[in-house]
């Protein structure tokens, strides 16, 4: 009895297997399961989601590597909504946090190759408000002066994070206390012209031009490209680069029939054991911020970032032209400029940073691994992307972990990812 009791579950299962397979979507790239990875090397990639979503590190997350342009990994592991038992499915949509940037920097790119929007022109511009900014200077004993900008804020300012807009929760000086916190706290707050008004009636924290600090830069960005082509940042960024790509999924609005596949996060923060949520999941925002408001899933993200490996374009179309994909991924930083990309995590020594993307300068310096050359850029959510021109590898790794936690998960993803090349 036990024995036809068992052979009638394991048919049930394989029967929903072969109606699963029947029913499962397109893979995004195409499939070569493996190409370039060792077997144990793969097997470790899945011990540490599986040690880490049981350990409730994380809920869940969709890992998806691209290697020559085919997909060598393509998995869901845990949860989608752990505190309701749903699973994580390959098609579950995620808040991007500031993987956001890189695609707001490609839209703002299209513009360029147009001539419309010159790296070296002040946002003014467009943005007359930001014509005559100030610079807090911060005397000896503690009092905050006012000190007219040198320069202009210039597009390229914008777009390598040199212009000076800071945000308001990376610091504790007077300066710093005068922004809002972040990009999605801003857009939940500030239209788009109140956004503008807001910045541009605060000092900045540094002289354009001068110093590497991570803030509003490329939200500004998109406000510029909302002016430029006269519609909304979602429908700019459909128009020229998601459409282009093939990404169904990614928008600034998760429309009702899509939200059952927002990915959750825990309900505890596993570093401080406190309650978390991630706000953008419920509350709405009033505008499209460039810098943190996106929703996406690792299908469609693995083919932007294939799109930008390829030197911009995918399947026959093109987004971008090789020579300026070559010119967003290479440092922009000149001697003159000081550069703090490795203070915004520890494996970020030795990058420069280019257009919306750090971009590694020399190997060995980073606790992060990979080649000279690489190019990334992660969300504060947990989501995390990179592209290795020398392995012809892209990797996307969508997933809920907001806080510290997030840090940690990036580099031991990177190990276990580079860990299980086979050359």
């Known amino acids: 009895m036990k024995k036809l009791q ?13 109606i699963f397979a029947a029913d499962a979507p397109k893979t995004p790239l195409p499939m070569n399961a493996g190409q370039g990875f060792s077997q144990e090397g793969l097997k470790r990639i899945d011990a540490f989601f599986a040690d880490e979503i049981s350990n409730n590190r994380m809920p869940g997350a969709v890992l998806a590597v691209a290697k020559n342009g085919k997909l060598s990994i393509y998995k869901s592991y845990g949860y989608l909504d752990k505190a309701n038992n749903k699973p994580m499915t390959t098609d579950a949509i995620f808040n991007l946090a ?18 419309k929007m010159p790296l070296n022109a002040p946002i003014s511009n467009w943005l007359p408000q930001f014509k005559e900014m100030k610079v807090g200077q911060v005397d000896a004993e503690g009092k905050l002066n006012l000190v007219p900008a040198k320069n202009q804020i210039t597009v390229q300012d914008l777009l390598r994070h040199t212009s000076g807009l800071t945000y308001g929760g990376r610091g504790a000086t007077p300066v710093h206390k005068m922004y809002p916190a972040g990009s999605a706290p801003a857009a939940m707050q500030y239209n788009a012209q109140e956004f503008v008004e807001k910045l541009a009636s605060t000092p900045l924290l540094y002289e354009p031009g001068t110093v590497w600090d991570y803030g509003f830069g490329i939200d500004v960005v998109g406000v510029i490209e909302e002016k430029i082509a006269g519609k909304p940042l979602d429908a700019v960024l459909r128009e020229r680069v998601w459409s282009k790509v093939g990404m169904p999924d990614t928008t600034f609005s998760v429309p009702q029939s899509s939200r059952s596949r927002l990915a959750q996060p825990l309900p505890l923060d596993p570093m401080t054991g406190k309650p978390q949520n991630v706000d953008i999941l419920t509350k709405s925002v009033k505008f499209d911020c460039g810098g943190s408001c996106a929703f996406s899933t690792a299908g469609d993200y693995i083919r932007f970032g294939q799109m930008l490996l390829n030197g ?3 399947d026959g179309k093109r987004v971008l032209g090789p020579q300026t994909v070559t010119f967003m991924a290479s440092n922009h ?3 003159d400029i000081k550069n703090n990309v490795g203070l915004t995590e520890p494996g970020r020594v030795g ?7 750090a971009v590694r300068m020399e190997r060995g310096l980073s606790a992060i691994n990979g080649n000279v050359g690489d190019f990334t850029w992660n969300g504060a959510n947990g989501t995390v992307f990179w592209a290795d021109p020398k392995e012809q590898m892209v990797v996307v790794m969508m997933g809920v972990a907001p806080g510290e936690i997030r840090k940690i998960h990036r580099e031991q993803l990177n190990s276990v990812i580079y860990g299980a090349l086979e050359k």
Do not use: D, P, Q, W
């Open 312 to 314: 911009g374009s995918l």
């Open 351 to 357: 990058y420069g940073f280019g257009l919306g993307v």
């Open 98 to 115: 500031s993987m956001t940037k890189v695609m707001a920097s490609v839209g703002a790119l299209t513009f360029y190759e147009e001539g």
């Open 333 to 335: 930083l000149n001697k």
């Open 6 to 18: 068992a052979a009638s579950l394991i048919a049930g299962l394989l029967a929903s297997a072969s």
